[in-house]
């Protein structure tokens, strides 16, 4: 039940496109959604986040949907860049309590 | 945003020593502190949480014995792996959760390599 799974495993997009990575999850009682940007050699960084109460939220070219009924969130990422090709990660926690993270998207945008 | 200072990026060392590993918030108080493992690859695998003033709480199959966690202050958490072997190879990462907002940041990691 602390489980996030997440996918697709790996995605190619051509530049200018949308990239959607989806995660779901099991556990109701998970009230804060983030999503993490990563290269590599470094440590995760904070790209949006999302609470239960709010069905979307957008940060500049990154949105996250977020469905409750269906236990379900995305990512989607619009007008790819070169620069967004990074593994990114899904997660879920009760506010104060650790992270469960989903196992990971490798995005790679192509010019 | 915060920053969370990891140190060091990179360390190699020879089989039985031990490692000290440092993760400070710079700019923010840190009650919890979490700390990470990560293979190529992979997803992130929790190893411990630790709260400042008080023992650091271990993952399942996590040798708490093997790596020790010191979290002294509001804005330090040390990750210490004793007697390293090869096995122990891996990206080590942390991070802090900001007690005002909640938001959790992390350190750029630590690439430990046991010969």
């Known amino acids: 039940q602390q489980q996030v799974k997440q996918s697709p495993q790996s995605l190619i997009v051509q530049k200018g496109g949308i990239s959607i990575i989806n995660c779901a999850y099991e556990?109701?009682?998970?009230?804060?959604f983030p999503w993490y940007q990563q290269f590599p050699g470094k440590g995760p960084a904070l790209l949006i986040a999302?609470?239960?109460?709010?069905s979307e939220k957008k940060e500049g070219r990154f949105t996250i949907s977020f469905n409750k009924s269906a236990k379900q969130f995305s990512l989607h990422i619009m007008d790819s860049q070169p620069g967004d090709s990074a593994t990114y990660f899904c997660?879920?926690?009760?506010?104060?309590?650790?992270?469960?993270f989903g196992t990971g998207t490798r995005l790679q945008v192509f010019p | 945003g915060a920053v969370v200072s990891q140190h060091p990026s990179r360390v190699i060392c020879k089989s039985g020593t031990s490692v000290k590993i440092e993760c400070r918030s710079l700019?923010?108080?840190?009650?919890?502190m979490f700390w990470y493992r990560q293979f190529p690859k992979k997803s992130l695998m929790l190893m411990a949480t630790s709260n400042e003033g008080s023992k650091a709480t271990y993952e399942q199959g996590v040798e708490k014995d093997k790596f020790l966690i010191n979290h002294a202050s509001l804005t330090l958490s040390t990750l210490t792996v004793t007697s390293a072997h090869p096995e122990d190879s891996s990206f080590y990462i942390c991070?802090?959760?900001?007690?005002?907002?909640?938001?959790?940041?992390f350190g750029s990691g630590t690439q430990l390599s046991v010969l």
């Open positions: 991070s802090a959760r900001d007690g005002g907002g909640g938001k959790l940041f």
């Open positions: 556990n109701t009682a998970f009230d804060y």
């Open positions: 700019d923010f108080q840190a009650t919890t």
């Open positions: 999302i609470r239960p109460d709010v």
């Open positions: 997660a879920a926690s009760m506010y104060t309590d650790k992270l469960i």
